[in-house]
């Protein structure tokens, strides 16, 4: 990874990145006007307007089952629903501004893309605008909402290919060959996700839930979801993450509460064939924030320093290693010491800074560009641990997405 060029190919601009200005104002986006989530952060913000700091990656809560609930209530969101009937400024967006992050989070696992969530997105608030006068402002809109964006996703699905990390796509490859595989001609792969820019809440959607929030947006959880079909996703998702009831489920994708049991049986069926035995919140929590710290911090130190040897013993015996977009991929501490992973030339020639995408330890790679005489982004590494050992380490060599994970786009020398 680190020896080749700064030049990803075959990758797909986020709009707006490098401070370029995005394609202009959206129907939905003229619809909310300024629509805000959290502290002074617009809907669907372009690259360059991310504020460039570093995420605590390491902070997060003690209690293992706190609970996640909205903030509204019902009737402040009927006279809201009242006021974006009459079409009074920005009260749509006033109204749907506190579901934005979960709901975004929601089309990110559906689709294994931010690139589509974003799209997915746009277009069910658009459809909730304009669904919104035959709205019964009596039942919440909560569940209204997620109906609206859980169908935009699944027929984005059955429009598009299904989306891969690299140890699903094909064998492990040579780690010792010159080039790597060329990417596929189309994006086919899971895309990772900024968690802690776009604000997803750390515990449980609801007490009925099955999985943590983040838990259920890292890697492992993402690709397993991408092995199923479009219902079972949509009812695993919505059960088990969210913790709907079978009757709402049911009445969300125009089925039967018997058909959501026996497509949830299957789903969790296949999840648990697919993860693997520890999520990364619980290996996180077992290593505790001083030592998750300190073996980042040591990573971080031999990368810097070219010091290969200290790479590999870090690495669990059946650690793997992806580069996406390439194809190929390996696996074992032997192959991934000849692998791209392992940092070549002078020393001084990487820098790393910590960040976090999927709930999960991350680290964007900045490689020297002698020419412009500062680093420039080449990759963001997403860690999974295995006890003190690095698990799998995905390397997604997408530079422009750096902005989104509040990491800057070049470093000083």
């Known amino acids: 990874m680190l020896q080749m060029d700064n030049q990803a190919p075959h990758t797909r601009p986020l709009p707006g990145a490098h401070g370029g200005s995005a394609q202009g104002p959206s129907p939905l986006q003229a619809v909310l006007g300024a629509l805000r989530v959290g502290e002074a952060v617009t809907f669907r913000r372009t690259a360059a307007e991310l504020p460039a700091r570093r995420p605590d990656f390491l902070t997060r809560p003690r209690l293992r089952r706190m609970v996640v609930t909205s903030t509204g209530s019902l009737v402040p969101e009927r006279a809201l629903i009242e006021d974006a009937r009459r079409g009074e400024d920005h009260a749509f967006g006033r109204l749907v501004g506190p579901y934005w992050s979960e709901l975004h989070a ?34 919440p809109l909560r569940p209204w909402l997620y109906k609206i964006a859980t169908n935009v996703c699944l027929d984005a699905i059955a429009r598009r290919p299904r989306r891969w990390l690299p140890v ?22 899971v895309e990772p996700y900024p968690d802690g820019q776009l604000g997803l809440a750390d515990g449980y959607a609801s007490p009925e839930a099955h999985y943590e929030q983040r838990e259920a947006v890292e890697l492992a959880f993402i690709a397993a979801l991408q092995h199923l079909p479009g219902q079972q996703r949509a009812v ?86 992806a580069m996406p977009p390439y194809p190929g991929w390996c696996r074992g501490r032997d192959a991934l010491s000849r692998s791209w992973l392992m940092p070549a030339g002078s020393p001084a020639s990487l820098r790393y800074l910590p960040t976090r995408a999927n709930g999960q330890l991350a680290l964007g790679a900045y490689k020297l560009d002698p020419q412009q005489r500062s680093y420039l982004p080449v990759a963001l590494d997403v860690l999974s641990w295995q006890g003190t050992r690095i698990a799998a380490i995905t390397a997604f060599r997408t530079p422009e997405i750096f902005p989104r994970f509040g990491l800057p786009e070049q470093l000083p020398p």
């Open 106 to 139: 929601h089309c990110y696992r559906l689709l294994g893309s931010v690139h589509d969530a974003d799209d997915a997105l746009q277009d069910a608030l658009l459809r909730a605008w304009r669904g919104l006068p035959g709205f019964d402002s009596r039942r």
């Open 168 to 189: 699903d796509y094909g064998p492990p490859a040579d780690p010792g060959g010159d080039e790597p595989r060329q990417p596929p001609a189309e994006p086919v792969w």
């Open 236 to 321: 695993l998702i919505l059960r088990d993450v969210l913790g709907f009831s079978a009757k709402e489920v049911a009445g969300a994708l125009d089925t039967t509460p018997a058909s959501v049991h026996s497509a949830l049986q299957r789903a969790r069926q296949t999840i648990r064939a697919r993860l693997p035995g520890q999520s990364q919140q619980e290996a996180m929590r077992s290593l505790g924030d001083n030592r998750l710290r300190d073996l980042a911090q040591r990573l971080t130190d031999a990368l810097e320093a070219g010091q290969v040897e200290v790479i590999v013993a870090m690495l669990a015996e059946d650690a793997s290693f």
